[in-house]
């Protein structure tokens, strides 16, 4: 029983196509994030949501929309799809302070 | 604000030597500290954690890492590096002070040669 769970696994679109990745834990945990992960890595922190609220938004192009349902839920919605957002975006969840539980990943590739 | 340096983006050690990647926090608050493996086309595996208490913190497949605030280090060390060691290594950080930024070090490519 997968603790995060995100889908699709892959993802390849065409340039100005609009996408969406779902993200669901089963941990119970309050806070769940997106990060992306470029070519290089490196992992870029690009929201968190805290019992449905929006707690960080860090500089994303607003073509990137977060939607949390419910705590257990948390949907990113990509429009107008660009070559540079192609990445690997995973999807998290944590509760106080206790680690971060990582989902397997979205690779997204736009061509 | 807080921050993470790994310093290394890339450490080659033999199988069997010793595995030491270094990881250097900056935070205004007590920081809960963690290091985390990415095996190829995976997500990421917590290895460990320092939250308080003892400062030397035991991991899965025998990491470990110490916390010195003196040098607002957290290295992670092996004593014996295996082949099935290879994969990325991500140190992280996040404030106790309130807030819920987990930042993430630039990572550290390990690989373990014959």
């Known amino acids: 029983d997968t603790a995060v769970s995100q889908t699709p696994k892959y993802l390849v679109t065409q340039m100005g196509n609009d996408k969406s990745i779902k993200c669901e834990q089963n941990?119970?945990?309050?806070?769940m994030y997106w990060y992306k992960q470029d070519s290089k890595k490196f992992l870029k922190i690009m929201f968190s949501y805290n019992n449905k609220e929006l707690i960080i938004n860090e500089t994303v192009p607003n073509r990137f929309s977060p939607k949390s349902p419910d705590k257990a839920h948390l949907n990113l919605h990509i429009n107008s799809l660009e070559l540079g957002d192609s990445a690997v975006y995973f999807c998290?969840?944590?509760?106080?302070?206790?680690?971060?539980?990582f989902g397997q990943g979205t690779r997204l590739t736009v061509v | 604000a807080q921050s993470v340096t790994q310093l290394g983006s890339h450490v080659s050690v033999s199988e069997g030597a010793l595995v030491l990647l270094r990881c250097n926090y900056s935070s205004s608050v007590p920081p809960y500290l963690f290091w985390y493996v990415q095996y190829p086309n995976q997500g990421l595996q917590l290895l460990l954690k320092y939250t308080t208490g003892a400062t030397l913190v035991k991991g899965i497949n025998g990491f470990e890492a110490e916390f010195k605030k003196s040098e607002t280090s957290f290295h992670l060390t092996k004593p014996s590096a295996h082949m099935s060691d290879a994969a990325e290594y991500f140190c992280a950080v996040i404030g106790t002070g309130g807030g819920n930024k987990l930042t993430f070090g630039t990572g550290t490519q390990l690989k373990v040669e014959l």
């Open positions: 998290a969840s944590r509760i106080g302070n206790t680690e971060a539980f």
């Open positions: 941990l119970g945990h309050d806070t």
